[in-house]
């Protein structure tokens, strides 16, 4: 079978490669191209982000190493109005966005796939860390990983049953020693690579000067206030803050304070103590729905961060999107991250972005 492989350049997309190339397949490599050089004006290079100029070299190098062809796919404008812009726009409203997300789902995936079709390729593979099924109706869906502290399929949650039906996930039974195994066995560059973790596109993980920088928009500052309305302290612009943060408030308090919500409407931040991060419930728009049509009236188990140990919550559809009502009370529900529903066995059964919590 002919099978493209979403390389970018870090050893997980590596082993994925290889172990293709191993059960002999005809693979061909191909790295998405997706910083512009205006991003990087006045930002030190990092060379430990997916898809830099580094990792693109060492993609090139290990299709070298295991003997097959590879390309880059300039992406540039596509991320850039896709992934990019949301972004800004969304710390600028006050809420958190998961731009690896929406690059999975309109850049990584669908681009990456329409190519890797354009050449004769019938599936398009990754090295993420998830497994894929198909339901008794004939729905394709994502699983969790067989490694818990790699799962990635939190971040898969918003791919539509005409990409997941043409994916592949090779390392989604492994773990990551068995990963950096692989790569050891092929005598890849990339075998000892650290793994990337910060957003890529943001090169010294500054968030608000790189969204002031690229939007030409500095957030005026305005007030920090308590539960009741009364102003403790004054804010530095709603695009420094989200959801749980502590650090930066400039707040003297007798205990820790955290921000408890954000009202870009009124310019105001609203910060207590950390009970009062508290939530039952969130709605979810946007919804995806994968391994099920409908998840009215069903009891499932709810991620809000990618890290996250699953918790049970019971789901109901309205016309705003999906209501989840936890069974018990948990924090850092943050509007503009996403909310992904799994059965009891880990199978992703859709998510929505967070509109609001309750």
Aim: a negative charge; aromatic letters at 8%; one cysteine or more.
């Amino acid at each position: 079978m002919r099978i493209a492989v979403a390389m970018s350049g870090g050893v997980d997309s590596s082993a994925a490669a290889a172990l293709l190339r191993e059960a002999g397949h005809d693979v061909y490599g191909i790295t998405a191209k997706i910083l512009l050089c205006a991003d990087m004006d006045g930002c030190e290079p990092r060379f430990d982000v997916c898809c830099s100029p580094e990792s693109i070299r060492d993609a090139k190098e290990v299709a070298h190493r295991l003997g097959f062809p590879h390309t880059v796919l300039d992406v540039e404008e596509d991320f850039s109005r896709e992934v990019i812009d949301p972004f800004c726009t969304e710390y600028l409203r006050g809420r958190t966005p998961s731009p690896c997300i929406h690059c999975n789902a309109r850049i990584k995936f669908k681009s990456l796939l329409e190519f890797a079709r354009s050449i004769g390729c019938e599936k398009l593979a990754t090295g993420h860390y998830a497994r894929t099924g198909m339901s008794p109706e004939g729905r394709a869906f994502v699983s969790a990983g067989a490694d818990p502290a790699k799962d990635q399929s939190y971040f898969l949650f918003s791919l539509s049953q005409e990409i997941l039906k043409d994916v592949l996930f090779p390392l989604g039974e492994l773990r990551k020693a068995d990963i950096r195994a692989i790569a050891l066995r092929h005598n890849l560059c990339v075998a000892d690579k650290p793994e990337s973790q910060e957003i890529c596109f943001v090169l010294d993980n500054d968030y608000p000067r790189y969204i002031e920088r690229r939007t030409g928009i500095v957030p005026p500052p305005g007030d920090i206030v308590d539960s009741a309305g009364k102003k403790i302290g004054t804010h530095r612009g709603i695009h420094r803050y989200t959801i749980g943060q502590r650090r930066g408030l400039g707040i003297s308090s007798p205990e820790p304070l955290y921000v408890t919500g954000i009202d870009s409407a009124r310019n105001i931040v609203i910060a207590g103590p950390r009970e009062e991060l508290n939530r039952i419930g969130l709605v979810a728009g946007d919804v995806s729905h994968m391994k099920l049509e409908s998840l009215d009236g069903i009891d499932a188990f709810v991620k809000t961060r990618s890290t996250q140990k699953p918790f049970p919550a019971r789901l109901t559809e309205t016309p705003e999107g999906i209501r989840a009502v936890f069974i018990e009370p948990h924090t850092g529900i943050s509007p503009g991250q996403a909310a992904v529903f799994y059965s009891a066995e880990g199978d992703v059964l859709g998510g929505g972005w967070i509109l609001s919590a309750f």
